[in-house]
């Protein structure tokens, strides 16, 4: 390729002034060329990169590098089109595969294509080049909007699904209860799930892995569909629960409390649609203590485990002069309750560190 005669000065100007795209498809043409983009002043940019996500959708798997709000497509993976005629062929990781470059969203990016046996070996293969090219400090995350496609086993991958229904009446609003469980179980522990279930008809199994994941956020009618404040084993939840009641909390707190459950637990918000919490009922039942209302209690808050829609890297802050103290390692949790929300924020404080704070 020409590029690799011109003199390294004005081969660094030309790399400046292209997309992450377009140099990730240009070190697919030859090992030369990978080398020399690995060797050139753009390898700073590539060491900037923290993040990958695959998004994957019904037209195909987006692989973009999250820039605050603004993501950079550098790649889309689909199934081969057979009325196109315009393909050429990159090696990636040793496998030739069928590669096209389309105009979309403003710019122009490759696109990847897999014929009908082909998904798992693209998929690995391009993987596996991104571990070699980015190496294991890029976090690499699966984002997955519905239940019905098997999530692929790639190295150093976090799994995410962020899944709503349709209209009532479509097929997508429809949830196949088995298909959904089936789903989680040959699936890797998740670390988010956004879930909006209105249409859930029956209680997922204690042990699904469902309730494994390390961060719920939760739409739904009522405290049992699905389970979470019974069997949530993960560590940071929000939940929207129209028919959530002081007996729903009080039972959540008194597990965590005694050290029968919960034990990874970090951060709860629950909103409820329902009269709202009352609030001297729950702290009289679970044993609160309080701090001395002329002090100032320190503020609880913690980094989400994931944030799919980059709108807060933290969790929402618990400033509350109300505690409890869990039996078992006497853990202090802070507690606020406000009419229709209830905070419950776990420190990696004794009751005795978490006291010295306060002064």
């Known amino acids: 390729m020409q590029l690799l005669k011109y003199p390294s000065l004005v081969q660094n100007e030309i790399l400046n002034n292209m997309e992450f795209s377009n140099l990730l498809m240009l070190s697919f043409v030859s090992k030369n060329m990978k080398k020399l983009i690995k060797s050139s002043s753009q390898m700073q940019r590539f060491k900037n990169v923290n993040t990958i996500r695959y998004d994957h959708r019904d037209e195909g798997t987006f692989v973009y590098i999250p820039f605050y709000n603004l993501p950079e497509n550098m790649l889309r993976i689909a199934k081969h089109d057979n009325t196109k005629h315009d393909y ?79 209209m009532p009446g479509t097929n997508s609003y429809v949830l196949n209860m088995r298909r959904f469980e089936n789903f989680f179980s040959v699936s890797p522990i998740f670390k988010f799930i956004e879930i909006y279930k209105s249409n859930i008809t029956e209680p997922l199994r204690p042990e699904s892995k469902f309730y494994q994941a390390e961060y719920i956020e939760s739409v739904q009618y009522d405290t049992t569909l699905p389970a979470i404040l019974h069997h949530f084993q993960g560590r940071q939840a929000y939940l929207k629960i129209v028919g959530c009641e002081n007996r729903d909390v009080i039972e959540f707190v008194g597990k965590w409390k005694s050290g029968e459950a919960f034990d990874k637990f970090e ?37 989400k485990v994931y944030d799919w ?34 905070n419950f924020g776990v420190w990696d404080k004794t009751e005795e560190e978490f006291l010295r704070m306060i002064g």
């Open 267 to 303: 951060h709860i918000k629950i909103e409820t649609g329902i009269g709202g919490f009352t609030q001297n009922e729950i702290l009289n039942t679970i044993g609160a203590k309080h701090l001395d209302r002329v002090k100032k209690p320190p503020t609880h808050v913690l980094p």
């Open 88 to 166: 050429f062929k990159l090696n990636v990781s040793g496998k030739w595969f069928d590669f096209r470059i389309i105009y979309d969203f403003g710019h122009y990016y490759p696109v990847a294509y897999y014929h009908r046996d082909e998904t798992e070996c693209l998929l690995n293969s391009i993987h596996g080049y991104f571990l070699d090219f980015f190496g294991n400090s890029v976090k690499y995350y699966w984002h997955a909007r519905d239940y019905k496609q098997p999530i692929p086993k790639l190295q150093n991958l976090s799994v995410c699904l962020y899944h709503h229904p349709g």
């Open 309 to 342: 829609h980059n709108r807060n890297p933290n969790t929402d802050p618990i400033t509350s002069h109300t505690y409890i103290v869990r039996e078992s390692d006497n853990r202090v949790a802070s507690i606020l309750i406000e009419g229709y929300t209830f």
